[in-house]
């Protein structure tokens, strides 16, 4: 069986998913898309033979689509969710599940009322080979208990509309999902700490940033937010347990030897870092849904990620350590 999926926003990523569905993923075929700009959706559409829709809500009630995935702006997240989630459909959600975690709370309850597990937030490390290594790693006790860890989120620049919670809302919030998936254990309380600034830097930007997390279970987690570093995309993740230590590989570029000097290149961009992640995180998704069954990231891991980017940047603003106001997690999500 084929999965019959319709796409929601067709911008940047969008397009990414829509080439993804068609070109890499089995199972799976792009049947419709939408767009605020339906001259846009119009020219996507055509490119896969899939048919443009007028509005996101016409096409997660088009009968033809058995899926929708949800890569328009942050803002419009919650309304197409909470529809697919209405019509009794899977739906993939890019990140953020919502921009607040008041949205990502009424998704939760929806999701609860309809009593099937509908949504996944598209946090893609969970699906990158050097992360699962770590996670596995961890989970087998190779390091014993974990104690710190260390994380840095690189970007070589940022345009002029990224603003200083941006650091958290578009950048960390990966970090976020990441730590609480890697140690299993819930952010509990969160400090920022902002050194000098970077002067390749629009000047209303505070950048970089240091988060320090603390976990229910006492681990302690440094994130570095640099995204004016200038010389690439570079994600970096050490683990520190009590018998030794896990970290991130790097990426896999080739290693060229001239001039006296061995060199390897830098990924640029997020879209070539974690390209292999999105297409296994696809892949896992469509089989996920024909088999009645999705098991990524789920709407309760949105709500965290809301929640604790939202300490984050009270954190930011306030320079106190602020404690997260996580509500208790509801059997459903065990
Ligand atoms: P983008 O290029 O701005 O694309 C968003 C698209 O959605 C635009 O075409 C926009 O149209 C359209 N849109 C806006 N409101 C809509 C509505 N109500 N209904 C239908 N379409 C609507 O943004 P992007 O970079 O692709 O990001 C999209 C989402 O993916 C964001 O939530 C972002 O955080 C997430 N993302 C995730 C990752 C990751 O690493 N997992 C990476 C990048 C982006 P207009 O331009 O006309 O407004």
């Known amino acids: 069986m084929t999965v019959q999926v319709g796409v929601i926003g067709t911008g940047m990523i ?5 080439r993804r569905l068609t070109d890499s993923v089995a199972g799976a075929e792009v049947c419709a898309v939408s767009d605020m700009d339906i001259e846009r959706a ?8 899939a048919h443009a829709v007028d509005s996101g809500h016409d096409l997660i009630c088009d009968p033809q689509v058995d899926a929708v995935v949800v890569t328009s702006s942050g803002p419009t997240h919650a309304e197409y969710v909470l529809a697919a989630i209405h019509a009794g459909k899977y739906v993939f959600c890019e990140k953020p599940l919502a921009t607040t ?7 939760v ?8 597990h509908l949504v996944q937030v598209g946090f ?3 699906y990158d080979p050097g992360y699962r290594a770590m996670k596995r790693a961890i989970d087998d006790g190779h390091i014993g208990t974990p104690l710190l860890m260390h994380c840095a989120h690189r970007n070589p620049t940022v345009p002029e509309t990224y603003h200083s919670a941006m650091a958290t809302h578009d950048t960390a919030i990966h970090e976020i999902d990441t730590v609480r998936w890697l140690l299993d254990e819930e952010i509990r309380s969160v400090q920022v700490l902002t050194p000098r600034p970077t002067a390749l830097r629009f000047d209303h930007l505070t950048d970089p940033q240091v988060m320090l997390f603390e976990t229910t279970g006492g681990a302690r987690v440094d994130v570095e937010v640099f995204v004016n570093c200038q010389y690439g995309y570079d994600i970096r993740c050490e683990t520190v347990g009590e018998r030794g230590t896990v970290a991130l590989p790097e990426p896999s570029q080739a290693v060229m030897r001239s001039h006296g000097q061995v060199r390897m ?5 997020w879209k070539t870092r974690f390209a292999e992640a999105f297409d296994v995180e696809f892949q896992e998704w469509i089989g996920g849904v024909l088999d009645g069954e999705v098991t990524g990231p789920s709407a309760w891991d949105g709500y965290a990620a809301a929640e604790i980017g939202g300490a984050t940047v009270s954190a930011l603003h306030t320079g106190e350590v602020v ?4 509500n208790d997690r509801p059997p459903f999500y065990a």
């Open 265 to 269: 290149g830098l990924h640029q961009h």
């Open 14 to 18: 969008g397009q990414e998913h829509i």
């Open 42 to 49: 119009k020219e996507v559409a055509s490119g896969v033979n």
């Open 323 to 326: 404690d997260v106001p996580l």
């Open 101 to 107: 975690a008041e949205d990502c709370l009424r998704i």
């Open 109 to 116: 309850e929806a999701e609860s009322a309809h009593g099937r």
């Open 124 to 126: 893609m490390r969970r």
